[in-house]
């Protein structure tokens, strides 16, 4: 079963503007027609490729001579040995062009700062942690919301060389120590509260607490969000934000190896403690300004928006957007705050030209009957993009239909795991239902069947055949490499395995239908979990739904029987009409494997600080098994709906 309904796309580039594109002017200084020889040309040439994106792109730093050493080998392969660079440098380079950045926080709080302004702030703080003795490899951390003051402590850290990690404030106590207590941060940054949904959610105690468990640290910084002068005395080694010393003069930068540590990002799992995934200043620099000057075409000026959080890597992807000479529009909050529509009253007010978002925001948005392209001036928006989990070809139809007709819908797909993406948007291709553009420039990209062969039109497991610049360097505390082999390089050989269950259509875009790990196999046929909540959703009654496989008969690990769980709209209860209309919606439109044996209602579905659904937590959790990282999730009582069901016991 295939997503694509028929080969008329939604949009096409409009052949009076594509010109503009970057995209379109790089493909003609590169000598290439088409974007799929561009592609070819690109991780056929890794070199020569790479170079190009330095250049194009503007990357400051000095390249040196040598691109590539032990090329065929993944992991360790080199990218540019010889290189000096600094990622922050890169974010700084227009000091006086311009806004830097707009926040909003929820309908309560809204500032602005000047690319002059965030230069001299990031000046300030990086004195101060100069003061503290931070300097090159340290760990700085946030645990912070997505505030200016999260972007210029990262900035003035990486600028010295010392290596930035961030965490939401929705975490819990463990949640954080899990992470940073791994990676031993010198310094901390946290906040006195946030607010969300217009309540105040206030932090003092529990930073407290993750302070007194974290004997690394020599200093703690709070910043003030919800009181201007938080009650910090409980706080070991804690100082005020706002009491820090004035700042004066340039922003100190440490040009660094290409391959130096930049972050440390986090899996969000719930199949044990996080692992600590290292990422480097030249192959993040390199990898987001090729996503976001040529994949998305941000250009100076633009005013790009991603709703996360600093727990996410589209935190980090966002931010980068200031290297393509971007104005960042930060928010934090709640997406729904106010009436609704907040985003897109952000939208109109900022003339916001790229909104990001996740597909599930786009689902609730859908169910909302929210019609953003009637209610709000939208007419500087160029490009929409979604990730998190896949865009339903009805996600698709809603953009198009209540958004805006002339739009660059780009879903994208990668991770955590390279802060990045291995299949993206772009503006000189068509969009098609329910596809995702293109695979990305430099990314050798495929599908493997279980034998590791490539395949076309069928469904497999995603690959990259070829190394790239912003593959991890590494975990941290993992010294031999045995846990980064294991995650990536274990089923083929010398070839990267992301664990994404997926096909590459016949207009070479690509379809996601959900994770490897989280596939079901009634039967011994697999099934992609997107293939079911695509119709489930589609049903009025029903607001979300999780899917899993349950072992059956009990005992029996050769088979399994599909479960799916339902969360419904207020007001609404499973009756057996319901259960009847959904198993025939999926049959319909599907294949009788994939119509679930049970259907089960639940008051909710569990998620991580992202917003993902854990399949996985909720499976372990009907097979009596240990959920090992519940403070990964947002909702971690919502597992509670799971366990004992009388339903699974049952025929």
């Excluded at 302004?117 to 101060?128: D, M």
């Excluded at 029903?542 to 029987?561: A, H």
């Amino acid at each position: 079963m295939t997503y694509a309904i028929d080969n008329t796309p939604l949009w096409k580039p409009n052949p009076a503007t594509v010109g503009d594109t970057r995209m379109a002017q790089f493909m003609q200084a590169m000598g290439h027609g088409r974007y799929s020889d561009l592609w070819q040309w690109s991780v056929d040439k890794p070199s020569e490729f790479w170079t190009q994106v330095w250049r194009f792109c503007g990357a400051v730093g000095e390249r040196g001579e040598t691109v590539l050493e032990d090329g065929d080998k993944m992991p360790g392969a080199r990218w540019f040995p010889q290189a000096r660079l600094n990622y922050a440098e890169n974010l700084l380079k227009e000091r006086d062009a311009g806004e830097a950045l707009v926040f909003w926080g929820e309908d309560k709080v809204k500032r602005r700062l000047s690319r002059a302004g965030l230069y001299a702030e990031v000046a300030r703080f990086q004195a101060f942690l100069v003061a503290q003795g931070v300097g090159k490899g340290d760990r700085v951390a946030g645990y912070l919301p997505n505030l200016p003051e999260t972007l210029i402590a990262m900035l003035a850290a990486t600028a010295l060389g010392a290596i930035w990690s961030s965490a939401s404030p929705d975490f819990g106590v463990q949640g954080v120590l899990d992470r940073f207590g791994q990676i031993e941060p010198k310094v901390l940054i946290c906040v006195d509260g946030y607010w969300y949904n217009g309540k105040a959610v206030d932090c003092l105690a529990k930073n407290a607490e993750v302070v007194a468990q974290m004997p690394s640290l020599v200093k703690t910084v709070v910043v003030p969000y919800l009181n201007a002068a938080p009650a910090i005395a409980g706080i070991a080694n804690a100082v005020n934000w706002s009491d820090l010393p004035a700042g004066g003069g340039d922003v100190r930068i440490e040009r660094v190896a290409f391959d130096h540590p930049l972050f440390i990002m986090f899996s969000s799992g719930t199949t044990g403690v996080p692992k600590c995934i290292v990422h480097c200043h030249g192959g993040v620099l390199l990898q987001h300004l090729k996503e976001h000057v040529l994949h998305s075409d941000v250009r100076p000026g633009d005013r790009l928006f991603y709703f996360t959080t600093c727990g996410w890597m589209m935190w980090n992807w966002l931010v980068s957007g200031l290297a393509a000479g971007a104005t960042l529009l930060l928010y934090d909050g709640s997406p729904f705050a106010g009436k609704g529509t907040v985003l897109f009253d952000y939208a109109a007010a900022e003339q916001m030209t790229h909104f990001g978002t996740s597909a599930k925001f786009i689902d609730a948005a859908a169910k909302l009957g929210l019609t953003p392209g009637q209610t709000h001036d939208l007419s500087a928006l160029r490009a929409m993009f979604s990730t998190g989990s896949p865009l339903s070809p009805e996600g698709f139809d809603w953009v198009y239909r209540e958004i805006k007709q002339d739009l660059l819908l780009a879903s994208i797909s990668g991770g955590t795991d390279i802060v990045s993406c291995f299949v993206l948007g772009n503006p000189v291709l068509p969009v098609y239902r329910g596809e995702i553009q293109c695979r990305g420039l430099g990314m050798a990209v495929d599908v493997f069947d279980d034998e590791g062969k490539p395949v076309r039109g069928e469904k497999g497991e995603l690959v990259c055949t070829k190394p790239f610049p912003v593959m991890p360097v590494g975990f941290w505390n993992d010294p031999d490499g045995a846990k980064y082999h294991a995650a990536y390089f274990e089923r083929f050989a010398n070839i990267w395995c992301h664990g994404d269950f997926s096909e590459l259509t016949a207009h070479d875009g690509m379809i996601i239908y959900g994770r490897s790990d989280a596939t079901l196999n009634p039967g011994g046929v697999r099934i992609g979990t997107a293939e079911i909540y695509r119709q489930v959703e589609q049903l009025p009654e029903i607001l979300e739904s999780l899917v899993i496989g349950q072992d059956w008969p009990p005992g029996k690990y050769d088979d399994v029987r599909v479960v799916l769980f339902v969360k419904l709209q207020e007001g609404v209860t499973l009756d057996a009409a319901l259960i009847d209309r959904i198993k025939q919606q999926i049959r319909a439109n599907t294949t009788p494997r994939h119509v679930p044996a049970k259907v089960v209602q639940v008051q909710d579905i569990p998620r991580t600080k992202s917003g993902k659904i854990v399949e996985l937590a909720v499976r372990n959790v009907v097979h009596e098994r240990p959920v090992k990282n519940v403070e990964a999730l947002a909702n971690p009582e919502a597992l509670d709906y799971f366990r004992g069901r009388a339903e699974l016991a049952a025929d």
